[in-house]
């Protein structure tokens, strides 16, 4: 018998506003698989996303995580829960954000359920794990700057920085390429695959980089309210699928690596 799934959901719905944005979706995600979420602007992505991390309340369905039940106000175990990190499309950090990148990266460190055992426990091995962090996703020379200094490549290895300070389990991203230019995108997403590769993560992407998905990902999920599709990429990015899950006026950029949804002219 295989490993359970990291995360199962079943029939997971969401109402946003009044409307219904997540509409009966269910999944697995297999151990240490990369699973891509795509569909159009609008399509409930970033909104399942948040009610699977439990920052949004579901209005039917249930989410397993790591094999334990998701509470109806996002309640998880604290040994779970430490056990999960997410990247967000921005972070907002207000003028000069008095906060270094040390002392970010060491707030991954700190979070509730931690066993210091596995680094020797104490203050050295807190210093040891920021600093092999900060090392690990080239950022060893950032860690006395300011956050709000970091250019936009810069913060999102910082931020990988931060999942990666202490063992974890599950990585969850909502376009975290977002905001980068090509060559940035390029060498985060190569970050990114060395990193789930050396950690063992399982990983949920939003996506609308339909080539990297293409390239790197397990798993695609096409959202569009509703789960309209589910496989490997060749199966759920087919024309025919992307067709069915775009429109006919709405084609994936095909750039380089740099996507979005544009309009046919």
């Known amino acids: 018998m295989g490993s359970p799934p990291v995360v199962q959901v079943q029939n997971l719905s969401v109402l946003r506003d009044g409307l219904l944005a997540v509409d009966g979706v269910s999944f697995a995600l297999a151990r240490e698989t990369d699973t891509a979420l795509v569909g159009p602007n609008g399509a409930g992505k970033s909104t399942l996303v948040a ?19 998701l509470g109806p106000a996002g309640e998880l175990p604290r040994s779970v829960r430490s056990q999960i990190a997410y990247l967000p499309q921005t972070l907002a950090l207000q003028g000069r954000f008095p906060l270094t990148v040390s002392e970010f990266v060491g707030f991954g460190f700190d979070l509730p359920g931690l066993n210091l055992a596995w680094l020797g426990g104490g203050s050295r091995g807190r210093r ?15 860690g006395v700057r300011l956050l709000s200094e970091l250019s936009g ?42 990193l789930r590769r050396q950690e063992g993560w399982t990983v949920l992407q939003v996506s609308h980089d339909l080539e990297m998905v293409r390239r790197s990902c397990d798993q695609v999920l096409c959202l569009n309210r509703r789960l309209r599709c589910s496989g490997s990429p060749d199966h759920a990015l087919s024309p025919e699928r992307l067709l069915e899950l775009y429109g006919p006026n709405v084609v994936p950029y095909r750039h380089q690596h740099n996507h979005a949804g544009a309009q046919r002219p």
């Open 51 to 69: 009610a699977l991390l439990g920052l949004l309340p579901r209005s039917g369905g249930s989410v397993r995580i790591l094999g334990q039940e």
């Open 128 to 142: 040891q794990a920021i600093q092999q962090a900060l090392q690990r996703t080239g950022c060893g020379d950032l």
């Open 153 to 194: 490549g810069q913060l999102k290895r910082v931020l990988l920085a931060f999942c990666v300070v202490r063992p974890r389990r599950l990585l969850v991203l909502d376009e975290a390429q977002a905001g980068l230019d090509v060559p940035s995108t390029e060498q985060f997403h190569q970050l990114l695959l060395e």
